[in-house]
C-alpha cells in the first residue's frame, strides 16, 4: 500500500511536471510569436554576426602570429644576410612552414635581389611596372608591421588567395624583405557554409560596391545588393555604414531582417539575414521540443532531476569564474580582471606585466601516462605557480595547457625574474601519478603592458615569446 502511495506521488508529481512545463511553453510559444521580430532585429543577427566575425578574425590572428614568427625568425634573416646563397635551403623553410601550419602558401621576396622565393621554388622577380607586384610595394612602404589583403595566387593566378603580408627587417630595424602564409578564399567559402549550418542563416560577404565575393550554399538570385529582390532601398544604409541592422519586404510578403558589419582586414561587409517565417518555424519547434521533453520528464523525472543538479552545479562552476580542475580563473572572466588591473596601474602610473606559460610536451604526458596523469601535471603546476605568486597576481587557466599570469605593478625585468623562478622550480619537481615519475618543463613568454595596448595584443605578443622559447630549446623563458 505504502508503495503504492509512493508511486502514485510519484506519478502525481511528474504530472504536474508536465502539464506545468506544456503550460509554460505553450505560453512561451505565443509570448515569442509576438516579439520574435524584434529579437530577431536586435539580438539574434547581431550575436550571431559578432560569433561568426569572431571566429574569422581568431583565424586572421593566427595567420598574423604564423607570418610575425617567420618575419622574426633568425633563419631567415641571417640567410638573407649572408646573400642568399643557397636557394634551396629557403626553399625547404618555407615548405615546411606550409607543410606544418597546412597554409595554401607561404612566400619571402628579398628586397636586395627581389627574388619571390616560394615552397616550390623561386616564381619569379618582383618588378614596380608590374600591377601583379603592387602588393610587395606597397608592403615595403608602410609603416605597419603587416598588412592583409586578397590578391591571386603568383604560384597559382587562378586561385585567390587571403595573404598576411608581414615586413623582415634586419637586427637595425632595417627592411630587408616581406614574408607570410596565404589562406585560400576557398577555405573561408567553407567556413560560410559551415556557419550557415551551424546557425541556420543565410550568410555572405560583400566588397565596398555591393558585389558578392564569397557566399554559402543555397545562395540565389543576382550576385549584386542593389539587385536582389528588396534590397535596393537598403543597399545603401548598408554600404555606408560600418554597422547596421535592417530589414525588407521578401518574396510571400515575409519581412526579411539583416544585419551587416565591416570586416576592415578584407574591406567586405559581412551579411546574415533570417526571413520572419523560418524563426516563426523555429519557435514552433521549440514548443514541439518542448512537450516532447516534458512527456520525457514523465518517465525520467529522477535521472533529468540529477542532471539538472549537476547541470546547475556546473552552472554554478562557470558563473563563479574558476576552472573546475586548477581553480584558476577562467578566460571568460579573465578580460575583466585585465581591465580592472589596467585601471589601477594607470591611475597609479605602475607597470602592468603578463606571462604565458605553456608546458612542453604536454600531449606525449598524456598519451604515455593516461589523462589523469595529465590533469595532475595541472593541478600541480598551478599549484608551484600560485607559491611564487602574490595576493593581487591572477593566474588563468587560458587553454589546455597554456596558463596566463597578470602581474600588477611589475617591470618586463621582474616579471622575467618571476617567470624564471617558476620556471626553475617546475623543472624541480617529479610528479608521481601512481608509480609513474613524470619530469616535465615550461617555455614562458614575458610581455609588458604598452600604452593603449588591447588585451589581445598583449597576449599576443607574450604568446609570440613563449613560442620563441620552445622554438630556442623549450624549459626556458623568453620576452617581448
Known amino acids: 500500500m505504502l508503495a503504492q502511495k509512493k508511486l502514485f506521488s510519484a506519478i502525481a508529481l511528474a504530472g504536474v511536471l508536465v502539464l506545468g512545463f506544456i503550460a509554460t511553453s505553450v505560453i512561451s510559444y505565443f509570448l515569442a510569436q509576438d516579439s520574435v521580430s524584434n ?64 597554409t595554401t602558401t607561404a612566400f619571402y621576396v628579398s628586397d636586395q635581389t627581389r627574388n619571390y622565393y616560394h615552397a616550390d621554388g623561386v616564381l619569379k622577380q618582383v618588378a614596380a611596372d608590374d600591377d601583379q607586384d603592387a602588393w610587395y610595394f606597397r608592403a615595403r612602404n608602410m609603416n605597419a608591421p603587416y598588412e592583409i589583403n586578397v590578391d591571386t595566387d603568383t604560384a597559382d593566378p587562378s586561385r585567390l588567395t587571403i595573404f598576411v603580408n608581414y615586413r623582415v627587417t634586419d637586427y637595425q630595424d632595417r627592411f630587408i624583405g616581406v614574408t607570410g602564409i596565404g589562406l585560400s578564399v576557398n577555405a573561408v567559402a567553407r567556413l560560410i557554409a559551415s556557419y550557415q549550418n551551424r546557425y541556420g542563416r543565410e550568410i555572405y560577404l560583400t566588397d565596398r560596391e555591393g558585389h558578392v565575393t564569397l557566399r554559402g550554399p543555397g545562395f540565389e538570385g543576382p550576385e549584386t545588393l542593389r539587385e536582389r529582390h528588396g534590397m535596393q532601398g537598403i543597399a545603401t544604409t548598408i554600404l555606408t555604414n560600418p554597422s547596421a541592422s535592417v530589414s525588407y519586404e521578401g518574396h510571400n510578403g515575409r519581412q526579411v531582417y539583416v544585419n551587416s558589419r565591416l570586416i576592415p582586414e578584407f574591406d567586405w561587409y559581412l551579411i546574415v539575414q533570417q526571413a520572419q517565417s523560418s524563426a516563426e518555424a523555429r519557435v514552433l519547434g521549440a514548443l514541439l521540443i518542448n512537450i516532447a521533453v516534458a512527456l520525457a520528464i514523465a518517465a525520467v523525472v529522477g535521472v533529468i532531476g540529477w542532471f539538472s543538479v549537476r547541470n546547475y552545479q556546473a552552472g554554478l562552476e562557470q558563473m563563479a569564474g574558476t576552472d573546475a580542475l586548477t581553480g584558476c580563473t577562467t578566460r571568460r572572466v579573465f578580460e575583466a580582471i585585465f581591465n580592472q588591473a589596467l585601471k589601477n596601474a594607470l591611475r597609479n602610473d605602475v607597470p602592468l606585466s603578463l606571462l604565458a606559460i605553456d608546458i612542453d610536451r604536454f600531449k606525449q604526458i598524456n598519451d604515455q601516462h593516461g589523462h589523469a596523469a595529465g590533469d595532475l601535471v595541472l593541478h600541480t603546476l598551478t599549484d608551484i605557480v600560485r607559491s611564487h605568486l602574490r595576493d593581487n597576481d591572477t593566474v588563468c587557466r587560458w587553454g589546455g595547457d597554456e596558463f596566463l599570469i597578470l602581474l600588477g605593478d611589475c617591470t618586463l625585468a621582474n616579471a622575467v625574474l618571476v617567470a624564471d623562478t617558476i620556471r626553475a622550480d617546475v623543472a624541480r619537481h617529479t610528479i608521481r601519478p601512481g608509480e609513474d615519475a613524470i619530469d616535465c618543463t615550461i617555455s614562458v613568454g614575458a610581455a609588458e603592458y604598452q600604452k593603449g595596448e588591447e588585451l589581445r595584443s598583449l597576449v599576443a605578443r607574450a604568446d609570440l615569446a613563449m613560442y620563441t622559447a620552445k622554438r630556442e630549446g623549450r624549459d626556458q623563458v623568453a620576452n617581448a
Not at 547581431?46 to 633568425?74: G, K
Open 39 to 102: 529579437r530577431i532585429a536586435r539580438e539574434t543577427l547581431p550575436l550571431t554576426s559578432d560569433n561568426i566575425y569572431s571566429e574569422i578574425e581568431q583565424d586572421l590572428l593566427r595567420s598574423v602570429l604564423i607570418s610575425s614568427l617567420m618575419a622574426h625568425d633568425t633563419l631567415l634573416r641571417d640567410w638573407t644576410l649572408a646573400g642568399e646563397a643557397d636557394p634551396a635551403q629557403i626553399v625547404r623553410y618555407l615548405k615546411e612552414i606550409q607543410r606544418k601550419h597546412e
